[in-house]
């Protein structure tokens, strides 16, 4: 499997690193606007994929510090969507009880 991934174009890497890099600015430009909020689980999904691809364009060309920011929004991404989905479905359970 490794050897299918690295037989792909060393560009195609790039291409996924700088659309991750456009989510990214996307994410931050409509947190900005107001048009997601930091509470919402659509802004650490976003993250989350941005990250990734980040992560993964760096393939052929790996920076250490770099991989460690990656991995690090996508550990805390997760860890905030598992949150919020909990905070969801206890918030559903109580008005089930109510």
């Not at 989510?23 to 989350?48: E, P």
């Not at 393939?59 to 860890?79: D, K, P, R, V």
Request: charged content about 10%.
């Amino acid at each position: 499997m490794f050897e299918t991934i690295t037989s792909l174009p060393p560009a195609l890497f790039d291409a996924i690193g700088v659309c991750g890099f456009g989510l990214y600015v996307l994410n931050y430009t409509m947190l900005t606007f107001h048009r997601v909020t930091s509470h919402c689980k659509t802004y650490f999904a976003i993250n989350l994929v941005a990250a990734s691809m980040v992560l993964t364009g760096m393939t052929f060309s790996f920076n250490l510090a770099s991989a460690l920011i990656q991995m690090f929004w996508i550990g805390i991404s997760i860890t905030a969507i598992i949150m919020r989905f909990r905070a969801t479905k206890g918030e559903a359970m109580s008005a089930d009880l109510a």
